[in-house]
Every structure is written in C-alpha cells, then in structure tokens.
C-alpha cells in the first residue's frame, strides 16, 4: 500500500497510465516496422505532411561540434546509408557552423546525399526582415534550394506567439513557403509546453519540437500537456533532449541509460526524436536501438519511471525548462538578457 494519501496514489497511477497507454498505442505501427538489420530504420509519418522520416534524427548542433570536420562529413553520410534520412538544423548553431557541414556533405558527390535527406533547419529571428535574411543564408550554407522544414526556433518566452505575428515573422516564413524554398513549417521551443499551447492556434503548423524524456513526464511534462492538443491540431511532435540535453545529464548522472532514455522517447506518441551523435560508435549505438526499437511497456515501462521518478521531479535534469542558462545568445539578446 503507498504511503500516499489516495487522491495523491490515483493521479500517480493515472500519469503512469499516459505513458503506458500511449506505448501500448505505438505498439501496432511504431516498432521495427519490418525492418531488419542492414536494412534501414523504421519511420513514421510526419504528421499530415504525406512524408514519412525516420524515427531518429541527426542532430546539428552535435554534428556541428565534431572536430573533425571530415568526420563529421563521414558520420552524416554514414546515417543517411544506415536509413537515418532525418536530419536537424538550426541558422545559429555554431554560428551557422552546423549548416556549413552539412551542406557539404549534402552537397557531395554532386548532390546525391540531399536526395536521400529530409532536412531541417530553423529561424531565429521574429521580424519579417530578419526571418527572409536568415533563412536565404541557411539556404546558401546548406547549399540547397529548398527546406523540407523550416521552425521558428525557440518560443521560449510567454510573449513569442505575438511576437511571431506581430512582429511579421511568421507571415514572411508563410511568404517564403509559398515561393518554394520551403515546403512545411513548425516551431521549437524548451521552456514550457503552456508557451506551446499558446504557440500551437497561431497557425496551422506541421510539426512541433519539444523535450521528451523520462524525467518530462514527472516534471511540466510536454508529453503529457502537449502531445494530445497537438494531436487535435493536426501537428506532429518530434522529440528532443532525450538524454536530458548538452551532454546526456540524465545518463551521465546515471538516471537512465541511453537506450532506456531513447526507447522511453520513441514510446510517446512522437513522429522522430532528434539525437546528438558526434562519434561513429554514438551512430552505431542509436542506429541499433533505433532499429530494433519495441515500445517500453508494462512492467518494464513502470519500473523504469519508479526507478527515475525521485530524481525526476524537481526539475534538477532538465534545467533548461526553468532558467535562461541553455538559451541560446541571440534569443537572450532578442529578449534584453545579456
């Protein structure tokens, strides 16, 4: 008998019931999907897009962060053989660092690696002006003519759904889809799913990014707030800082491990959930789990979230959520933060 008292046990019970009943959901279409080793990663539709993408993607601010610049070229073409034909940008990453590493290696061997990519980038800026200027960049560093998805990057501050609108952003994003260097569009964003809520009747996006991970679910959870209103949107969620963010605080600390913290991802209901890999080892590890993904379920699923649950709730693994640390200097900047 729990030591809670009962209306503390019964909503304990019911949040645990959201994670299981949503990995008993996937069960039936987002597991290996046939797959077998050797022959690529399952993927899962992209919301209403009518395009399905991989259940992982590459994440550029990572692949930005291999030294080795050839290396990092070796592991984006090394993915895309391995069927990991998402890949994650940002126009700020590195100071557009990230996009110029891919676009090389997109742009290899006369383009042939573009062809196999769904790619996406994002854009930093909320005013018409800027949104064109930085987006006609990511173009050139990405060497391409068009982005299969571009987000408004980090709606982090309760002010940044009128921002977008107000400021003209959005409709010039709306302005450069309809010229095709675009084809869908969404937003990201860290803070607070009660931001993405007021971000998600905006507009009709394609798709939302956000933290999904197993201390999320104890902790201003986007799993549990934001995925079934932007179900009822009609937007599809892809997931984030599965590893708790930057460099894994949730493995690193020993909360859970990196296949339980990408399983637990892949179990929400999301279409993909972006992964920092700066190694081919990393590629190899995600490449697997990936592959031979089956939902955490039942038993498994309830000691995996008892096991981080004492770690989870303070928020202590993803401070991202509760200070301006891990924002990044433009947005600081954009909002008056040093």
């Not at 931001?195 to 201390?215: F, G, S």
Request: with cysteine.
């Amino acid at each position: 008998m729990s030591d809670l008292p009962i209306d503390e046990t019964r909503r304990e019970f019911l949040q645990t019931g959201v994670a299981v009943g949503a990995a008993v959901a996937l069960g039936a279409n987002a597991a290996a999907q046939d797959k077998k080793p050797g022959e690529g990663i399952p993927t899962r539709p992209l919301g209403k897009t009518g395009v399905n993408v991989s259940i992982l993607c590459l994440g550029g601010w990572h692949i930005g962060d291999v030294k080795d610049k050839d290396e990092a070229v070796k592991i984006m073409h090394a993915a895309l053989d391995e069927g990991v034909t998402f890949f994650d940008n940002c126009w700020d990453y590195h100071d557009g660092g990230s996009e110029e590493i891919m676009g090389k290696a997109l742009s290899a061997d006369g383009g042939k690696w573009r062809k196999k990519c769904f790619l996406m980038t994002k854009v930093c800026a909320r005013d018409a002006k800027t949104v064109r200027a930085q987006i006609d960049e990511s173009l050139k560093r990405l060497k391409t003519d068009v982005i299969d998805l571009m987000q408004m990057h980090e709606i982090n501050w309760d002010n940044d759904p009128e921002w977008v609108v107000e400021q003209g952003g959005l409709a010039e994003l709306l302005k450069i889809q309809k010229e095709g260097k675009v084809r869908f569009v969404g937003f990201t964003g860290h803070k607070s799913p009660h931001i993405h809520l007021k971000m998600l009747p905006v507009h009709k996006w394609d798709t939302v990014q956000c933290p999904i991970n197993v201390c999320d679910h104890f902790y201003r959870s986007f799993a549990k707030e934001l995925i079934p209103a932007a179900k009822k949107h009609g937007t599809a969620v892809i997931g984030m800082k599965s590893l708790g963010g930057g460099q894994g605080k949730i493995v690193k600390d020993g909360v859970a491990t990196a296949e339980e913290c990408i399983r637990f991802a892949l179990s929400q209901d999301v279409v993909t959930v972006v992964s920092g890999i700066t190694s081919m080892d990393i590629l190899k590890k995600n490449v697997a789990t990936a592959r031979n993904f089956k939902p955490l379920q039942g038993e498994e699923l309830t000691k995996l979230l008892a096991k981080v649950k004492p770690q989870a709730g303070d928020g202590r693994h993803e401070r991202f959520k509760s200070t301006i640390d891990f924002d990044g200097p433009y947005h600081r900047k954009q909002h008056g933060f040093e």
